[in-house]
Structure formats: C-alpha cells, structure tokens
C-alpha cells in the first residue's frame, strides 16, 4: 500500500489503544436524564480547566457553536465576528437557520480584530437598526492559519462589552493548542468570556464530541437548545470517556504537532513554488500560498495527493496542511520529499 501522510485535518486522527481501552471500560447511563457518570465527569474536568461553572457534552463543534449564538441572541440581533471565522462561513448559515440573527463582519489581521474596530461598527439604539448583541472570537484562527488572537486585545474587547452590555464568546475549537503554544492556562485564555466551546475531536484526537462552557445560567439554557438542535444522546459516557482520556493525557503534546508545523512550514518555504507566511505558523496549521507555481490550491493539493501528502484546498491559491498527533517526524520528512518533488514537476 503506497505511503499516505494525511494532513488534511487534526480531525482524521484515530482512536489509540489506551484510549480504545478507555472507551470500553466505560462507565454510562442515560445523560439526557444527566445519569451518565463519564459524561458528568467529562463536563466537570473540562469546566474545571477552563475555570467556569458548568459545561455542557454535545455532539460537534458546529452544533456547539450554534447553542453559543442562541443562549446570547434572539432573532433580529447582530453578532460581531471576523470575516474568516468558521460560525460565519463553514456551517451552513446555521445562525441564520436556527436563530435568525445577522452578522457584522470584521476585516481582521491573522484572523484578530481590534476593540476599536468593533466600536465603530456598533448601532446605534434606534428601531432602524439590528440590536448589537454578541462579540465573538475565535482562537486560534483556522482558516487564517492557527494563529493566535492576541490576549491583550481579547481584555480590550472584554471592557467594550461591558460599557455596551454586549456578550462575549470564544469559539475555542483549538484551545488546547493556543494553551501549549503560549503557556497561558486554558482558565487564563477563557477568563474574559461568557462562554466558551472547546473541541476534543481536532488536536486532542478524540473521535467526536464538544463541549460549551459557562454560567449555571447561560448552561440551563444551552440544555434547552441542545435538545431543540437533537443534541440529547443516551449513554454517551461510551464517546465521552474518549474526550476524558484526550483532556487528560493528549493536551501537553500538542507542542510536538506544532514543532512538526514549523519543520514542514519552513521547508515548504524554500521551494520556489510555494511561500508561507512563518509568521502564522503559531500551532498546528499551515496554509501555504501556491502563486509562485502558477497553479492553484487544488492543482496543487491533487499532485501532492498522488505523491501521498493529502492536504486541502482553501480556494484560489491557498491550500491548508494540519499536523496531529498521528503524524510523526518521520511523516514530516515524507511530507518535505514530496513537496520538493512536486516543486520540480512541470507546471
């Protein structure tokens, strides 16, 4: 079977024995009636590290975004975001869908925006206008590259919403990779939140599952949407016993994945038909630009395919390569041969 190095996602990873092994000696019950000990214990740890009251297990991220926008809005409010952030462009105009709110977007820097630039945007209290209702974040930033949303500003916007009584959310789908990247504790980084979604399906390698984080009160709600979205599952402590063992045990290497990002990112650099912008390479991701090639993303991504690297096309000259914890440095100089072999193709 010929050799595959599949980055095209931290989502493709699979379950290791240890924590096959986990998923087995499971401990469950029925957690829609809140029965299921492993689930309870999940929700704990994870409130627990990000230092807010409660959690709330679900099945994906995208569905845990969603319950953020619903527990925050009501139909007709307007959620600032930046314009390349996943709630606004990856899950199916959900939030218009589900709980028919608009969004203002922001043209960021690396996927991070500034205080003053949401300032300005704000509408003002007039029935000609949507009401301005939720700030959200996401950190780190997936399509800008894994980059990391500087924590200074995050406290800039935590005073603007609350001179303007405004909500405040992080989508933290990769949250426990900005926490190995900057050495901030994972309460550190969601301290300035209402609430928090946390993803154990990407860097941490579980095979499923989300969690949002936050008030007893905001949490109450979050149950109500959860079960109106087909959330509610049953003896869910067999996949939730997954994320406890990811939580536990795949956090503290997430830096191996990011030092594999670099290696890849840089060598990528070299080649003439590629450039990365280093500077973006802050954790797992990497998206490379294939102008200098004169073919696009997915040209691009289909002769590295053939080669066995898989990556993903982001559109036009942009592709995305993601390193996870099924990706070895072995795996990474596979990944450098190809890319120079792909280089020196005919265009």
């Known amino acids: 079977m010929p050799r595959i190095v599949d980055l095209r996602s931290d989502t493709v990873t699979k379950p290791s024995p240890e924590m096959r092994r986990a998923i087995y000696e499971a401990k469950v019950g029925d957690d829609v009636f809140g029965d299921d000990p492993t689930v309870n214990k999940l929700q704990e740890r994870v409130a627990e590290l990000l230092g807010k009251e409660v959690a709330l297990y679900v099945p994906s991220g995208s569905m845990a975004n969603q319950i953020a926008v619903a ?36 043209e960021g820097i690396n996927g991070a925006y500034t205080a003053n630039q949401v300032e300005a945007k704000l509408r003002p209290d007039n029935h000609h206008f949507a009401p301005s209702r939720l700030i959200w974040v996401e950190n780190s930033a997936n ?65 499923v599952g989300s969690l949002v984080v936050g008030s007893v009160e905001l949490i109450d709600r979050a149950h109500r949407f959860r079960k109106r979205l087909g ?41 003439d038909s590629f450039s990365v912008a280093l500077e973006t390479v802050a954790t797992n991701i990497i998206i490379i630009d294939t102008t200098p090639s004169g073919l696009g993303g997915i040209e691009i991504t289909a002769r590295l395919r053939e080669n066995g ?7 036009g000259t942009k592709a995305r390569f993601v390193t996870h914890l099924d990706v070895n440095d072995d795996d990474i100089d596979y990944a450098i041969e190809v890319f120079a072999k792909v280089d020196k193709l005919p265009k």
């Open 71 to 106: 527990c925050h809005t009501s139909p007709g409010d307007e959620i600032y975001c930046e314009a390349g952030c996943h709630v606004y462009n990856f899950e199916g105009g959900g939030a218009a869908h589900f709980s028919n709110v608009m969004f203002n977007t922001i």
């Open 143 to 207: 399509r800008a590259g894994g980059t990391i949303f500087p924590q200074d500003e995050i406290l800039r916007l935590r005073n603007l919403a609350d001179n303007h009584g405004l909500g405040f959310h992080l989508d933290g789908a990769r949250i426990w990779n900005v926490a190995a990247a900057t050495g901030k504790t994972e309460a550190e980084l969601a301290d300035p939140f209402d609430s928090v979604n946390v993803c154990l399906s990407k860097g941490l390698g579980a095979p």
């Open 231 to 271: 959330g509610g599952m049953r003896q869910a402590g067999i996949i939730a016993a997954a994320g406890l063992y990811a939580v536990e045990n795949n956090r503290t290497r997430l830096v191996k994945d990011h030092k594999c990002a670099r290696r890849l990112a840089e060598a990528i650099n070299k080649l």
């Open 309 to 315: 690297v898989w990556g993903t096309s982001f559109g």
